[in-house]
């Protein structure tokens, strides 16, 4: 066995790697022993400790602070996900001890924020109400890399396959077709028969460009002989499009859930144009390493239990 690979089977604490990320995080000396609660000689010795152990200079002196070497940099890095999945264990024995509590991060789509995910959490949160569910909104180019991180548990939303990987399980909910909406107020609302060309020339709140859902848009719309949009606004912010959509006359998608639940309030229209199937059913992705903790699995449950409640929805298996 080599030196540093003895040093870190038998030496290492989770004491030092506290030490590292608190250098970090205050590099200096007297900073670092205030916050540990030791003195000053005692953070240098624990310092020259972990250096000589690990056989490399992990920090070097810049006048009255100390900043990290490469190698303490690395060192840190690692140091921080190691205590990160600590405290994820402590929280996930004491969840089990109690019966209850626990921590979930969860990837929120904008397809699933607005009556999925508030459904879930309120089943959720009658088995285990002392459970903490903390929600992340964002765009799949974002949640997926948090997720195979292990900084999320969780991504709802519609995930293609191709996004996919051996690291990633994932399983559909059910099947929430896009629709086009406008306003009741939009001159296409008021009409009787609206065909694909009067799309031509109409300004648009469309996904960012990044998106899956852009590029789908885009070559449905070509295929219908319509032009590219460039009166758009270009946002996955779901209240903020809401606004939009009733305050000026542009089109959008939404989800056929949502579009429903406005629609039946008479504050949209569904346009009578039908994207087909175009993004996939909405589903649920985790890590194929990722911890099962006991609320993980609550959560997921309370999941499907919601996804069958989904107005207009449709089971993944095609079945209502």
């Not at 065909?195 to 070559?219: E, F, H, N």
């Not at 606004?233 to 579009?259: D, F, I, K, M, Y």
Request: glycine share 8%; aromatic share 4%; hydrophobic share 45%.
């Amino acid at each position: 066995m080599l030196p540093i690979e003895s040093y870190f089977s038998r030496q290492l604490k989770l004491r030092h790697l506290q030490l590292l990320v608190t250098v970090a995080d205050l590099p200096s000396v007297g900073k670092v022993a205030q916050a540990l609660h030791v003195t000053q000689p005692a953070v240098s010795k624990m310092i020259a400790d972990l250096e000589r152990g690990v056989g490399v200079p992990l920090f070097e002196r810049d006048g009255r602070r100390i900043k990290p070497t490469p190698y303490g940099a690395c060192l840190i890095h690692h140091a921080r996900e190691v205590l990160r999945h600590a405290g994820r264990a402590s929280e996930a024995l004491q969840a089990m001890a109690n019966g209850m509590g626990g921590r979930i991060d969860v990837g929120v789509l904008s397809v699933a924020a607005p009556i999925l995910i508030p459904e879930a959490v309120l089943r959720f949160k009658r088995h285990s109400p002392t459970a903490t569910v903390c929600l992340h909104e964002g765009t799949l180019d974002q949640l997926l890399p948090a997720l195979r991180a292990g900084h999320l548990d969780l991504v709802v939303g519609r995930v293609p396959h191709e996004l996919t990987d051996d690291s990633l399980v994932s399983e559909a909910l059910f099947d929430d077709p896009t629709v086009i909406v406008a306003a009741r107020s939009h001159p296409l609302a008021r009409k009787r028969k609206v065909a694909w060309q009067d799309l031509d020339g109409c300004a648009w709140i469309v996904p960012t460009v990044g998106a899956p859902m852009y590029k789908r848009l885009l070559s449905i719309l070509a295929a219908h002989q319509v032009r590219t949009p460039v009166n758009v606004v270009e946002s996955v912010v779901t209240t903020a499009n809401l606004a939009l959509l009733q305050s000026s006359a542009v089109l959008g998608l939404l989800p056929r859930s949502l579009a429903t639940h406005y629609a039946a309030d008479g504050i949209l229209k569904i346009l009578p144009l039908d994207l087909g199937g175009v993004m996939g059913p909405v589903s649920v992705a985790w890590n194929v390493g990722g911890e099962i903790t006991p609320a993980l699995t609550l959560f997921r449950r309370c999941l499907g239990e919601a996804a069958r409640t989904m107005p207009n929805a449709q089971g993944h298996d095609g079945a209502p």
